[in-house]
């Protein structure tokens, strides 16, 4: 019941904040859980007698490599003033199709901190997840793998 509940969430926003609501395997939040702990060094007792940076790198846990990559990469954490030439410029290193990205907006016309961009080939937007969660601005940014059909529905939704 509390599972159904959650996901009637999945869309809106938490304060300030647009949140998306997944479904998943029990293991998988069990792992995503561990991984946060092992990153921020939370719950670590290391941590505490000896208190280093989080590592600059990829998370241990990091599921994005082994998702099938296509053309287009999904961008979250966006500051909502951004515009499609801060886009290009983040993505300079990386063939973009200029006229492919799509800044996710409301109904309403506000954004949602989102946009998808196409690159010229699956292998270009793997090598671009380099860039996934450094800044732009203040915002850290995260990469996904994204699809055709979901830029679609993203691009559909921002017109209504």
């Known amino acids: 019941m509390h599972v159904e509940f959650a996901l009637q969430r999945d869309r809106q926003n938490m304060g300030r904040r647009y949140v998306e609501v997944f479904r998943c395997k029990r293991q998988d939040y069990y792992n995503a859980v561990a991984a946060e702990v092992n990153y921020e060094g939370i719950y670590d007792t290391d941590y505490l007698e000896n208190p280093t940076p989080a590592p600059s790198g990829p998370k241990r846990f990091d599921d994005k490599d082994q998702m099938e990559f296509t053309e287009i990469l999904k961008m979250r954490g966006l ?62 940014v995260e990469l996904f793998p994204s699809t055709r059909d979901e830029a679609r529905r993203a691009e559909s939704r921002s017109r209504q």
């Not at 886009?87 to 109904?107: G, T």
């Not at 450094?134 to 850290?140: H, K, L």
């Open 79 to 140: 500051p909502f003033s951004v515009k499609k030439p801060e886009i290009i410029e983040f993505f300079k290193e990386y063939e973009v199709v200029k006229d492919r990205i799509h800044i996710a907006c409301r109904p309403d016309g506000k954004a949602t901190g989102e946009a998808f961009v196409e690159f010229t080939s699956a292998e270009e937007a793997r090598r671009a997840m380099g860039k996934d969660k450094m800044t732009i601005g203040s915002r850290y």
